[in-house]
């Protein structure tokens, strides 16, 4: 179904892409994310009539998640944060082929692959090699991202939860699945994301990518120091922090 609406893809890469997942969880009804991949920035949300979302400054390197019901700016920032792993992370790719009955992207088949840390399974992806590469670039950004924030409280973690494909992925090698190309399709126990719909000549209205005036904005560092008071909406000293 997928490579079907891929298969009229162009190699060229286009200055704005608009990218349309069907997301499974576990216990939870299908829903959709929607990326949006500029030269600059990057759009997370739910689609055409999405309330919140969240934004990453490719430049600064910055993620801002909005929210507009609680009008609220909450923003993670890069750390510089060294960690090793718990124990030695092994990885290892297996290549399951070309899927042979699916139509050419970009003149390339398909191919699956299947990522495994420490001879654990950790998930399964079907990417194209060579298709979407701004997107490519800039959501391995964005992991990478998630990742350093990941370190600053990596030692916080009981050891029955240091999963070897958990960390791997979160933690010590995000960017793992992005590896082959883009993925079209990609799933692990309890998750799934297929992508359904793309538009590689989207023309994103401006204001998509605005932080709204006035909202009560703070970061993820400020939230585990304890410094924001959610109540009076408003960042607290460190002295008052401390002594409260």
Known sequence: ????????????????????????EEGLDPYLTRIIVTPTQIRFDDGENSKSYTLYDR???????VDTRERTVLELHPKQVKVEPPFALKFRVKELGELKDAPKIMGKTP??????TNDKLCFDVITVEGLMPQAVKALTEFRELLASDSKVTFNNMPADLQDPCTIAMDTFAPTRYL????????????????????????????????????YFTFTVEQIRNGDVDMDKRKIRDQQSAKSG
């Open 1 to 24: 179904m997928i490579v079907s609406l891929l298969a009229s893809a162009h190699a060229a890469a286009q200055e704005s892409e608009m990218l349309l997942f069907q997301d499974k």
């Open 59 to 65: 430049a600064t390197h910055i993620a801002r998640t």
């Open 111 to 116: 191919k699956h692959y299947q990522d495994y």
């Open 179 to 214: 590896q082959h190309g883009f993925p079209i399709q990609e799933w692990h126990p309890g998750y799934s994301r297929t992508l359904v719909n793309y538009d590689e000549h989207f023309k994103p209205d401006p204001k998509l990518f605005e932080i709204p005036q006035g």
